[in-house]
């Protein structure tokens, strides 16, 4: 197994592409606020993250959305809380950056072995 084939990256890998997903679906859920009869979605994050970490499922990114229960319509329907879905995106964006920051800190330990490889 090579450097670039770790374990760990294709974890981050796929959590990275799973917030990424995530992120544009609260994106959608913002952009359709004033949609009569729009209800909010969201994913399985977690629990595709679960199956990613377990190995239980390789193909961990089809894109599972569901409606969000519990969430109040308004009288056209719609059920977006921009509150909600701003919340979701400071979430998401913070997950996202210490996925990133794992990454860095891993390429940055293979910039190193080869800077000090070099005479």
Not at 11 to 32: I, K
Not at 44 to 71: E, I, T, W
């Amino acid at each position: 197994m090579s450097f670039l084939n770790t374990t760990q990256l294709v974890l981050l890998e796929r959590y990275l592409d799973g917030t990424s997903m995530r992120q544009t679906l609260v994106a959608t859920n913002v952009a359709n606020v004033d949609t009569p009869g729009y209800q909010t979605r969201d994913t399985d994050f977690r629990g595709q993250l679960q199956r990613a970490l377990s190995g239980d499922d390789n193909d961990v990114l089809v894109p599972f959305v569901m409606p969000v229960r519990g969430l109040i319509s308004r009288p056209d329907g719609n059920n977006v809380s921009v509150d909600r879905e701003s919340l979701l995106l400071a979430e998401i964006q913070l997950q996202y950056k210490a996925a990133i920051s794992i990454l860095r800190a891993k390429f940055a330990l293979l910039s190193t072995a080869i800077k000090e490889g070099q005479p």
